[in-house]
Antibody, heavy 116, light 112 residues
């Protein structure tokens, strides 16, 4: 069974940084692109970016490229999202997903709240 | 960026009925490799999104044949037949053809 479990969310002050993790299991992690999608409260889905199998290619949505960094550790079957200079607009549920030209499996999501 | 426009914003249907959701893209979703990467997702209340349809018309593993996708180029449709209570939620289309990847704004399906 494919399983994706995000962690690392919580309350963070504006301007600070936070790193999310996504633990993958049930499939060969190093065979797949992986991505991050977020959803602000009551809003739709926003693609953040995705990373290929060996981390040689990482694509971001332009508005987040200078704030967010995606990485992965294939030995640990874990995907990461490093977020910096956080603002209230970054308050959202963050989902990791297996990327395959679409997103075929999603984690349960982790809430990030940016507030003083 | 490719803008995905979904209509309607919401709809209400009786159990056993049929509904169609439209998704239009601002540019053709035909990739250089000849495939069209248009997907449909359902987000049930309080849950993460789940993939229903990929590459326009292919049902994902375990998805009922009550769900069908069609379309080409910039114009796509999701049809749900014999609507069941478990179908309620928000439906999103998404494109994987061109970066940045984008989603429609969602269609909320309610059961009468």
């Amino acid at each position: 069974e494919v399983k994706l479990v995000e962690s690392g969310g919580g309350l963070v002050q504006p301007g600070r940084s936070l790193k999310l993790s996504c633990a993958a299991s049930g499939f060969s992690f190093n065979d797949y692109w992986m991505g991050w999608v977020r959803q602000a409260p009551g809003k739709g889905l926003e693609w953040i970016g995705e990373i290929n199998q060996d981390s040689s290619t990482i694509n971001y949505t332009p508005s987040l490229k200078d704030k967010f960094t995606i990485s992965r550790d294939n030995a640990q079957n874990t995907l990461y999202l490093q977020m910096s200079k956080l603002g209230s607009e970054d308050t959202a549920i963050y989902y990791c997903a297996r990327a395959n030209w679409d997103f075929d499996y999603w984690g349960q999501g982790v809430m990030v709240t940016v507030s003083s | 960026d490719v803008v995905m426009t979904q209509t309607p914003v919401s709809l209400s249907v009786s159990l056993g009925g049929q509904v169609s959701i439209s998704c239009r893209s601002s540019q053709s979703l035909v990739h250089n490799n000849g495939n069209t990467y248009l997907s449909w997702y359902l987000q049930k209340p309080g849950q993460s999104p789940q993939l229903l349809i990929y590459k326009v018309s292919n049902r994902f593993s375990g998805i009922s044949d009550r769900f069908s996708g069609s379309g080409s180029g910039t114009d796509f449709t999701l049809k749900i037949s014999r609507v069941e209570p478990d179908d309620l939620g928000v439906y999103y289309c998404g494109q994987g053809t061109q970066y940045p990847l984008t989603f429609g704004s969602g269609t909320k399906l309610e059961i009468k």
